[in-house]
């Protein structure tokens, strides 16, 4: 363990690198709590219906300034910046980066895990596969063929980009999600960085095989991805490198997870049967089912929960993806202009007592988990001349929970196992409304950290636990003090407005032109 002599003890930094901001926190690792942190909002652009994209370099930038602000308020506390023994990366997604080794450049806007440029790809490539079956890849790689996974977005680029086809020809192309962008840029880039990705992040990809946890020759081929340009896989939990440049020069990368596994180690989801639910732009809900793959028949993708070290053995879990939760009201307010801020969302929504029978689909890039139909397209139903803003903004908080319900479900039938209690986290759970209407809606409590940043401490954990660091010792620790909601509503009230939900969803499907 290294040794270190200020006033907080080890420090555990943490990149978070989410869809809509950049952040870094620095963690104490005898008490979990977080020393310091700053975060940066990352641009979406959208240039075309259904594309999304963001510019590498602007992550990479705002990942820096982060890391440098909070070395300025850590020093301004009289903290030493030795005293920060490991830094470990958690990132979103799917997100599809591609540059070149020898500048260092992007060759392309990433392609962003919410894009929906290929899906017509996926109809083309469903009319090969037997009974045009979304789920024909879905025992060697855990998931269903859909856009959403970075195969595709790499193949469009590929097929896509000329800059892309010549740096290939030229040996020159580098691939990869985000946290292999972040490690090979922070570990020296086009002097030296090294190119890896962990085994969550790489389990995403649709090009991993969920049982060898190696890229598949088959799934390569499948999608026409040349295999070496993929990069190594590694575990969740090891030293992978050090930061080569800056602030915290030195430093060992030891911890790499996808967010929403990050989270499910963040909540101290290490038992087979725990699970979490994370709200923000999209909203996942990962169940570990321990070191044995259950591959659901209701919807659900088989993922690498983490894998602790070299040698630990995989933890996989399933999960309920959707794709829209906090993004809805995104638009609400961006869009429609019903909302000011995120901040009235609350006494907006308390304010009406009831959405009055108005359901909002917001199925604005098709619904993914358990439906895959990339044919829906959103819609508000159910509305009168009585409605009124406060009702459209409830229904989609109630949207949110409604999904919850609809993974749950699917996650009872796949395991027979029911949730006694759901642990929440992510910038929506701030919200009291949504969480007691969340318990209400599933019929369990839902329990809320009171230390909301558990993306975060999972990526911290993870390299603070890494061999030749182990400040942290995972075997030995307490479950995080929560809030607690209870369910209020009679469960023939619950089922009756589920059902109208249903009904919303049905209607939902089919708009694709
Ligand atoms: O799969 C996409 C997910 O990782 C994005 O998470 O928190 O950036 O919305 P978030």
Redesign the pocket.
């Known amino acids: 363990m290294p040794v270190t002599t200020g006033k907080y003890g080890p420090l555990v930094g943490a990149i978070d690198e ?3 901001s950049a952040r870094f926190l620095v963690f104490a690792a005898h008490t979990r709590e977080v020393v310091a942190s700053h975060q940066i909002e990352i641009t979406n652009t959208y240039p075309q219906e259904g594309w999304v994209e963001q510019d590498p370099n602007e992550i990479l930038t705002a990942v820096k300034d982060c890391i440098n602000k909070v070395s300025q308020i850590l020093q301004s506390e009289e903290v030493e910046l030795s005293d920060i023994v490991a830094v470990g990366i958690t990132n ?3 997100t599809t980066v591609v540059w070149d080794a020898i500048t260092g450049e992007p060759l392309h806007n990433a392609v962003v ?1 919410l894009d929906m440029r290929t899906t017509s790809t996926v109809d083309a490539i469903l009319e090969t596969v037997p009974s045009k079956s979304l789920n024909y890849l879905k025992p060697v790689c855990g998931l269903p063929i859909s856009p959403y996974f970075s195969a595709l977005k790499l193949r469009w680029l590929i097929e896509n980009v000329p800059k892309v086809r010549q740096a290939i020809d030229d040996k020159r192309c580098c691939v990869g999600t985000v946290d292999t962008w972040l490690i090979w840029n922070l570990t020296g880039g086009k002097d030296g960085g090294i190119r890896i990705t962990d085994v969550t992040n790489a389990s ?1 990809t649709m090009l991993m095989n969920i049982e060898t946890l190696q890229w598949d020759p088959m799934l390569c081929r499948f999608f026409k991805i040349p295999m070496d340009l993929l990069p190594e896989i590694r575990s969740s939990s090891e030293i992978y490198g050090s930061i080569a440049n800056g602030v915290l020069k030195g430093v060992p990368i030891s911890g790499c997870l ?3 596994q990050s989270a499910l180690l963040g909540q101290m989801c290490f038992e087979r049967g725990q699970a979490k639910s ?1 709200y ?3 909203c ?1 809900l990962l169940y570990n089912t321990g070191t044995a793959r259950i591959e659901s028949t209701h919807g659900l993708i088989t993922t690498v929960a983490y894998q602790m070290g070299k040698k630990a053995a995989p933890v996989y879990a399933l999960e309920g ?1 959707v794709a829209v939760a906090g993004a809805a009201l995104g638009w609400l307010r961006d869009n429609i202009n019903i909302l000011q801020s995120m901040s009235e969302i609350e006494s907006l929504a308390g304010g009406v007592g009831s959405t009055g029978d108005v359901y909002f689909v917001p199925a604005f890039s098709g619904l993914y988990a358990p439906y895959w139909q990339q044919d829906a397209r959103g819609i508000i139903s159910g509305i009168t001349d009585e409605t009124t803003k406060g009702h459209i903004i409830r229904a989609a908080l109630e949207a949110v929970c409604f999904q919850i319900r609809d993974i749950l479900e699917a996650m009872s039938k796949d395991c027979g196992l029911q949730l006694t209690r759901l642990q929440v986290d ?1 910038g929506m759970t701030a919200n009291n409304l949504l969480m007691q209407t969340q318990a209400d809606l599933v019929g369990i409590s839902v329990m809320r950290p009171l230390m909301a940043e558990t993306t975060a401490l999972g990526a911290a954990m993870a390299a603070g636990s890494a061999e030749g660091i182990e400040v942290w010792d995972l075997n030995n620790i307490q479950p995080a003090p929560c809030d607690i909601f209870n369910p209020l509503v009679t469960e023939d009230e619950r089922d009756d407005r589920y059902s109208k939900w249903k009904m919303a969803v049905e209607r939902s499907f089919g708009w694709e032109t």
């Open positions: 989410g869809t809509s979103q997604r799917e895990w995403r996808g967010d929403q994370t923000g732009t999209g996942f993806s992510g």
